[in-house]
C-alpha cells in the first residue's frame, strides 16, 4: 500500500510539473535576443520560465495547458529599471513628501504636519524639495525649519539626493559649525559670517547620517515591502540597486533564502560602505531562481547638477567660482577599480559632470592595462554631462551609459543655466550613444524621479515633459524611437546585468516576467505614453499585482 501511495505522489509530481499555462487574446510585443520586435497573441511559460509564443495555434499543440484570457489587452515584458535606489524608495513612500512642493514655507509647514502625527520618531526625515522650483530659487535654511520643529532633529534630502536640509537640532547633534571644515567632497553651505545655513552637499551629508538611528529589521521590511509593493504596480519586474550598505545586504540575502523578495534585485554593493570589503570578499551572489544576483559595486565620482556638486572641466557657468565636487578623492581612484576589476566584479561608477566623466574613463583605461576587467560590462551610472571627444571612449572601453530619461525633462529649465548651450551638447546624449552603437541602459533614479517606466519611456521618445513641454522637444536630436527606449527598459537593460539570457524578453527560455497594460505603446502618440495604466503584473509565471484586486482593497 505505501508503495501504491509513493506512485500516486510521484504521478501527481508529474501532472503538476508538466502543465503548462497559456495566456491568449494578447497583443503581445518582446524583442528577440538581436533586439527585433516581435509580436504574438499567445504566451505558453511552464516552470516559469517561456515554452513558446506564436498565434492560436499554440492552444493545439498545448491542449493540456491552463488557459489565461488576456482580454485583448497589451501585453509586454516586464520592464527593468537600470538604476534606482529600492530601500530610499521605501523610505520616501514612508517619509514626508515634499517632490513638487512650490516654497520652502509650505515645505516646511508639510514636515511640521507629518512630525505632529508622528510624536514616536526620535528624527523626522523625508525629501524631495527642489529649490529650482521655487520663487526665488534659493536653497532653504535651518531657521525656517526652526519656526516649525524645533524639538526634534530634521533632515530633509534634496530631490537628487546630493543635498540635505536640516534644522538646529541636527546642526548641533552632528556638532556642525562655524570651526567645522567642509570634508573631501563635500561643501557646508554657510552664510556671510561662516555659520552654517542648514544645508549640506554631497559627502558633507555624512557629518549628519551618522547619527542617524540605526535601520531595525521591521524597518526594513517595511520599506522592502511598501517599494515593492509600488514597483510592481508600474510594471517593474526588475530592479538594478544602485548602492546597498551591510546591512541592506544581510536583509536581501535573508529574503531570498526565505523566497520573499518581491521582485528580482541586482544590488551593487556601496563602495562607500564602512564593511564594503567584507562583502566583497564573500564573493558573488547568484540566486537560482535569479531573484538576487550580487556581482556589482557602486562608487560615486561626483555630485548633482541641481545643487552644482557635478564636477566639471570649467567652472559652472552660473557660479564663476565653482566647478563642482568630487566626491571620489583622486588619490583612492586607482586602488578601488583595482580592487573591484581584481574581484571579477561590474563597477558602476556614478558620474555626471563631463570633469567626474573623464576621470573615470581615465582610470577604467589605466586599471583595464593592468588589472584587466573590460568585459565586465562596467557602467557609467547618469553619463550625464560628457565632452563630446569622450563620448567614442564609451564604445572603445566597453563601458555601458546607465542613463535616466527623465532626468532630462527635470533638469531641462536649469540645465543651460548650470553649464552653458556650449556643454550641453554632449547632455543627454541618448542618440548619439546608440548611433555609435553603445547599448543603454535605461532606469529612473527613483526616488529621485517617479519610478513610473512609462514616464521614462515617454521621456526618451519625446524629449518633453508630461505637460508637453517644450513643444518640440528639449533637444530633440537625441530623442529616440519607441523601440530604441524599449530596448534600453528591457534587453539592454538585462545585458547590462550580465542577464539579457534569462531576463529583457520572453522568448523560449527566458523567465516568464510579463505584464498586461491598458494601450499599445507601439501604437499610441508619443505624448500620450506616460499615461499607460499596468493592469497586471506577473514574475515567473506568476501573478503578483493587479489593478483590480488593488482598488478592490
Do not use: C
Not at 524608495?89 to 509647514?109: K, P
Not at 507629518?114 to 526620535?122: F, I
Not at 521591521?218 to 546597498?244: E, F, M, P, Q, Y
Amino acid at each position: 500500500m505505501k508503495n501504491v501511495v509513493i506512485l500516486v505522489l510521484m504521478l501527481l509530481s508529474a501532472v503538476v510539473q508538466v502543465a503548462p499555462s497559456q495566456i491568449f487574446n494578447v497583443k503581445g510585443y518582446t524583442l528577440d535576443n538581436k533586439g527585433q520586435l516581435l509580436s504574438f497573441s499567445n504566451l505558453v511559460f511552464d516552470g516559469g520560465k517561456v515554452v513558446a509564443l506564436g498565434g492560436s495555434e499554440l492552444s493545439k499543440q498545448y491542449p493540456q495547458a491552463t488557459q489565461i484570457d488576456g482580454q485583448n489587452k497589451v501585453l509586454l515584458p516586464g520592464l527593468i529599471d537600470a538604476h534606482g535606489h529600492v530601500m530610499g524608495l521605501g523610505y520616501s513612500l514612508l517619509e514626508v513628501d515634499l517632490r513638487d512642493v512650490g516654497s520652502a514655507t509650505t515645505a516646511a509647514q508639510q514636515v511640521s504636519d507629518y512630525a505632529k502625527t508622528h510624536p514616536e520618531l526620535t528624527w523626522i526625515t523625508g525629501g524631495g524639495w527642489n529649490q529650482v522650483l521655487w520663487p526665488d530659487k534659493a536653497f532653504p535654511n535651518a531657521k525656517l525649519l526652526d519656526e516649525y520643529v524645533q524639538d526634534r532633529p530634521v533632515m530633509l534630502s534634496r530631490v537628487d539626493g546630493h543635498a540635505n536640509w536640516v534644522n538646529s537640532k541636527a546642526l548641533a547633534i552632528a556638532n556642525i559649525t562655524k570651526e567645522t571644515l567642509d570634508p573631501p567632497g563635500g561643501k557646508i553651505i554657510r552664510d556671510a559670517k561662516g555659520e552654517p545655513t542648514g544645508v549640506l552637499i554631497d559627502n558633507a551629508m555624512d557629518l549628519v547620517y551618522s547619527h542617524l538611528p540605526l535601520s531595525s529589521e521591521n524597518s526594513l521590511k517595511s520599506r522592502l515591502d511598501v517599494a515593492g509593493k509600488h514597483l510592481l504596480s508600474v510594471g517593474i519586474t526588475s530592479v538594478h540597486d544602485a548602492g546597498i550598505n551591510k546591512v541592506e545586504y544581510d536583509y536581501y540575502l535573508k529574503r531570498q533564502v526565505e523566497h520573499t523578495l518581491p521582485l528580482r534585485l541586482y544590488p551593487m554593493l556601496w563602495a562607500a560602505d564602512p564593511q564594503f570589503n567584507v562583502m566583497l570578499d564573500l564573493g558573488k551572489v547568484q540566486d537560482q531562481h535569479d531573484f538576487l544576483s550580487i556581482r556589482s559595486v557602486k562608487a560615486m565620482a561626483d555630485g548633482a547638477l541641481g545643487s552644482r556638486g557635478a564636477a566639471m572641466l570649467a567652472p559652472y557657468s552660473d557660479a564663476p567660482d565653482n566647478s563642482g565636487l568630487l566626491t571620489l578623492r583622486e588619490a583612492d581612484y586607482q586602488p578601488l577599480f583595482d580592487l573591484v576589476l581584481g574581484h571579477g566584479f561590474q563597477l558602476n561608477v556614478h558620474a555626471i559632470g563631463d570633469r567626474g566623466n573623464r576621470m573615470v574613463l581615465d582610470q577604467f583605461e589605466d586599471s583595464f592595462k593592468r588589472i584587466g576587467g573590460k568585459d565586465l560590462r562596467n557602467r557609467m551610472e547618469h553619463a550625464q554631462v560628457v565632452a563630446l571627444s569622450d563620448i567614442p571612449r564609451f564604445l572603445t572601453l566597453n563601458i555601458i551609459p546607465s542613463m535616466q530619461p527623465t532626468h532630462a525633462t527635470s533638469d531641462k529649465n536649469m540645465a543651460e543655466d548650470r553649464i552653458g548651450a556650449e556643454r550641453l551638447k554632449g547632455a543627454y546624449a541618448w542618440h548619439t550613444f546608440l548611433k555609435q552603437g553603445s547599448p543603454l541602459a535605461f532606469g529612473s533614479d527613483f526616488p529621485v524621479e517617479l519610478a513610473n517606466p512609462f514616464y521614462g519611456l515617454h521621456a526618451a521618445v519625446t524629449r518633453q515633459d508630461r505637460d508637453n513641454q517644450p513643444v518640440d522637444g528639449w533637444i530633440p536630436e537625441e530623442a529616440l524611437s519607441i523601440q530604441q527606449a524599449f530596448r534600453a527598459f528591457t534587453l539592454d537593460a538585462a545585458y547590462a546585468a550580465h542577464q539579457e539570457t534569462i531576463l529583457g524578453g520572453l522568448t523560449p527560455g527566458k523567465w516568464a516576467d510579463f505584464i498586461l497594460v491598458d494601450q499599445d505603446i507601439f501604437k499610441i502618440a508619443g505624448k500620450d505614453i506616460w499615461k499607460t495604466q499596468v493592469l497586471e503584473t506577473w514574475i515567473a509565471g506568476e501573478q503578483r499585482y493587479s489593478l483590480s484586486k488593488a482598488e478592490a482593497q
